[in-house]
C-alpha cells in the first residue's frame, strides 16, 4: 500500500497527541467511542488528530464515565 512503518520517536509522537486529545475531550465530557486507526488523521506539520465523533456522546452530569460507557453495550463494555 506504499506506507512506511512509523519510526519509535513518530508513534511515541502521535501517542501523546492522541492521548492528549482524548484527555481535552474526556475533560470536556465528550467520550469518541470509535478511537482506531482510520479515526486518526496525520496533518501536513505532522500533528496526530483524532477524527470522525460520529459515535461520541458527551456524558451526562453526575454520571461516571464507566457507567456511561458500559450503558452502550457492544464492544464498548
Do not use: W
Amino acid at each position: 500500500c506504499g506506507r512506511k512503518a512509523l519510526s519509535m520517536e513518530e508513534a511515541v509522537c502521535y501517542s501523546c497527541d492522541i492521548v492528549t486529545g482524548l484527555a481535552f475531550l474526556h475533560s470536556q465530557g465528550i467520550v469518541h467511542l470509535d478511537l482506531k486507526p482510520a479515526n486518526i488523521l496525520i496533518a501536513e506539520h505532522g500533528a496526530c488528530k483524532i477524527g470522525d465523533f460520529g459515535c461520541s456522546q458527551r456524558l451526562e452530569e453526575g454520571l461516571s464515565p464507566c457507567h456511561h460507557v458500559c450503558q452502550q453495550g457492544g464492544t464498548y463494555t
